[in-house]
């Protein structure tokens, strides 16, 4: 407790009369129990806990002594620590009632009386425990808000990615889809040449073969030049026959010929076709393994925005219990104050 729960002074110097010297100074022990299930570290301190306190013109800290007397802590935070394990209530008037409490209690209004009522039974720190629990969970909840807010936003950013996730995963199997027809297409296009150019070789070869038969009667026919006019006549005849159909042969060959380079001429636009989508396809590998790089940020800001809530839930859960907690005391000593 400080000084002015005495109310004689603001703080404990002015306590000290103003004529003693610096070195004056006045030992304040107390000597506490620390046994039971509720002993306050006790492999530090043992069964005994003793607070120690100088008071004099200049300040000096708490000291927490343990059984043997030896200082173990000389913290402020320690000391209160240690008030509320074993649950010490130095300000309430039913532990400690000073005179000005005293006064209060036997001669004050019933505002006063009502008042030291509240502090001896706790309904004042209970009062003010549940308001602070109730700020705190309000702020919780509008922390929770703007984290779920938050959280939509990611998740839309999420669906978004997986919209073009699947896109590119469908414009994948479409492209492969393409490219099976084109190369289908490609075969059917080069069996259906390869088979025309294999018949134009078998009537080529015939055609040879006819002009070697020819040029065979040509050599006949030459070697009977010196036959009687008439003979000569009809061999001269025949020979024409058949140089006409020599140069047709000539010109069905170079047709065929002609045919095959246009029959090439697909296969060579569908290789560079290929070409193409297969840098098409490349290129699209890129952007989706781009997609999969957001798809993945976007996954981790959503886990850790879900651990943040679900570390506010934990916390507003806490709080909760607590404020039941206090409710329920202070639904305990309701009927008292009927």
Known sequence: AGARRTHRAKNLK????????????????????????DAYEKEKYGDEITVDEKTGITSSPYKLLDKQGKVVSRLKSDLDTMLDQLNIQVENPVAVLDQEE????????????????????????????YA??????????????????SLKCARDIVQKLQKEWEECLELERLQDKIDDMRMQLGWAVFSGNDAKHEEEQVKFK???????KRKVDLAQSEVAANTPDQEQIAAEQRLQELTDE???AIQARDALEM???????????????????????????LRKQAAERRLQ???REIQELEAAIVN??????????????FLRDYEEYEPQLA
């Open 297 to 299: 940020e976007a996954a």
């Open 312 to 325: 506010h839930e934990s916390v507003l859960g806490a709080e909760k219990a607590n404020c039941t907690n």
């Open 259 to 285: 045919d095959l380079r246009e029959a090439s001429r697909p296969i060579k636009k569908d290789k560079q076709e290929l070409a193409t989508m297969r840098r098409e396809i490349s290129n699209a590998a």
């Open 246 to 248: 020599a140069h047709q």
């Open 102 to 129: 005293a006064k209060k209690f036997l001669c004050g209004k019933p505002e006063d009386k009502y008042n030291f009522f509240q502090k001896a039974t706790e309904l004042e720190r209970i009062d003010r425990s």
């Open 132 to 149: 602070s629990t109730s700020d705190n969970i309000h702020d919780l909840i509008e922390k929770k808000d703007n984290v779920q807010k």
């Open 14 to 37: 002015e306590l000290v009369r103003k004529e003693a010297s610096s070195d004056s100074r006045a030992i304040v022990r107390v000597t506490i129990l620390n046994r039971g299930e």
């Open 206 to 212: 015939q055609i040879v073969e006819k002009l070697q």
